[in-house]
Structure formats: C-alpha cells, structure tokens
C-alpha cells in the first residue's frame, strides 16, 4: 500500500528508521481485505478493536469478547459484504490471542 514512501529523504535524516523504511509494504487501508467504507471507519471511531484487545486482555473469555464485537460491528454494518469481511478480521484477531 505505501511502498513509495521508501525512497523518502526523511528515512536518511537519521540512521535509526532505516529498519522501519521497508514497512509500508505491509500496510493496508481499513477494512482490508474488503475495499474501505464508512463500516470501517466507524470501528475506528467507536474504539470497537481497542476495546476487543482489553476485554481480552482482562480474561474475558475469546468467544465472549467475539460476541460482544461482533454485536458491536453489526449495530451499524447490516449486512455488507464488507461487514462480514470485519468480523473475518475480528475473528483472526481474536483467535490470535487466545493462543
């Protein structure tokens, strides 16, 4: 997504970015894989992930807290494609921590 910003002179002002000029390649817009929309700028407005990781982080168990996000997600996505995409996303997030 970004992999022109690696031949930005900002990354030869000081020698300790050179290990994050290579980066970009691995960022993507929100919602990925799904193309992005308001859907998935509103997770980021309401907290949804961050929230998702302390509920997580708190001992809540990994279904409770994909039940509660996925609650969450489908107050406002209906029933987008984009929005089952999410909870794809949500779902390999939170499989992620439980191991």
Request: charged letters at 20%; glycine letters at 10%.
């Amino acid at each position: 997504m970004y992999k022109n910003i690696e031949g930005h002179p900002a990354w030869k002002a000081d020698a300790k970015y050179e290990p994050i000029r290579d980066n970009g390649q691995y960022g993507h817009l929100y919602g990925w894989p799904a193309p992005g929309d308001g859907s998935s700028q509103r997770v980021t407005d309401s907290f949804i992930i961050p929230n998702m990781f302390a509920k997580a982080i708190a001992g809540a168990s990994t279904k409770d807290t994909m039940v509660w996000a996925e609650g969450e997600l489908s107050a406002f996505t209906g029933a987008k494609r984009s929005s089952a995409d999410s909870l794809i996303a949500l779902r390999v997030i939170l499989l992620s921590l439980s191991r």
